[in-house]
T-cell receptor, first 112, second 115 residues
Framework: DAKTTQPNSMESNEEEPVHLPCNHSTISGTDYIHWYRQLPSQGPEYVIHGLTSNVNNRMASLAIAEDRKSSTLILHRATLRDAAVYYCILRSYTGTASKLTFGTGTRLQVTL | EPEVTQTPSHQVTQMGQEVILRCVPISNHLYFYWYRQILGQKVEFLVSFYNNEISEKSEIFDDQFSVERPDGSNFTLKIRSTKLEDSAMYFC?????????????FGSGTRLTVV
């Protein structure tokens, strides 16, 4: 899987929007962009994924740059429960295409 | 919402003992995975499993590790002779398909402590 770069940590106030950036300048045309998060003492949790167009679901929105070299996960109103490590992962086409490769992610701290 | 269930939540074992970690994936999912996370480190891929056979494994998944789907619902990870460095959180995951456009559902993990 191609490499992604994320800030080590970010802070947000509760009930404010949060924009979590991810750079993936070596992304190929067929790579999907996935986001997972890991709450303290929990397993990773799927958040959202996309290919080219912006995506929305009940948890978050994913904004993908036109050249696809970067993306942003948007939490519209952060809550204390959103404090977690957020992972941006590229999923490439391979013969197996079966594994996720986790980096160190962005640790999001949410304060009152 | 469907869940991946892992048992036990915490297991303590003596070095050299065999352990079996158990998982119940989501019922209509076809692909199953084990990951581990040593305290303070990244989540690492161990193995993927489909159609009753291993489809991919990492360097970590050596001869001491094995996986099995003994019936239609359980998926197990066995460590034959545990070492101190096997102490970690072990996460089971499943997915409906293996393609790039599918997400995984992870369980809450089993904390394995080898003493």
């Amino acid at each position: 899987d191609a490499k992604t770069t994320q800030p080590n940590s970010m802070e947000s106030n509760e009930e404010e929007p949060v924009h979590l950036p991810c750079n993936h300048s070596t992304i190929s045309g067929t790579d999907y962009i996935h986001w997972y998060r890991q709450l303290p003492s929990q397993g990773p949790e799927y958040v959202i994924h996309g290919l080219t167009s912006n995506v929305n679901n009940r948890m978050a929105s994913l904004a993908i740059a036109e050249d696809r070299k970067s993306s942003t996960l948007i939490l519209h109103r952060a809550t204390l429960r959103d404090a977690a490590v957020y992972y941006c992962i590229l999923r490439s086409y391979t013969g197996t295409a079966s594994k996720l490769t986790f980096g160190t992610g962005t640790r999001l701290q949410v304060t009152l | 919402e469907p869940e991946v269930t892992q048992t036990p939540s915490h297991q303590v074992t003596q070095m050299g003992q065999e352990v079996i970690l158990r998982c119940v994936p989501i019922s209509n999912h076809l692909y199953f995975y084990w990951y581990r996370q040593i305290l303070g480190q990244k989540v690492e891929f161990l193995v993927s499993f489909y159609n009753n056979e291993i489809s991919e494994k990492s360097e970590i998944f050596d001869d001491q590790f094995s996986v099995e789907r003994p019936d239609g619902s359980n998926f197990t990870l066995k460590i034959r002779s545990t070492k101190l460095e096997d102490s970690a959180m072990y996460f089971c995951a499943s997915s409906e398909a293996r393609g790039r456009s599918y997400g995984y559902t992870f369980g809450s993990g089993t904390r394995l402590t080898v003493v």
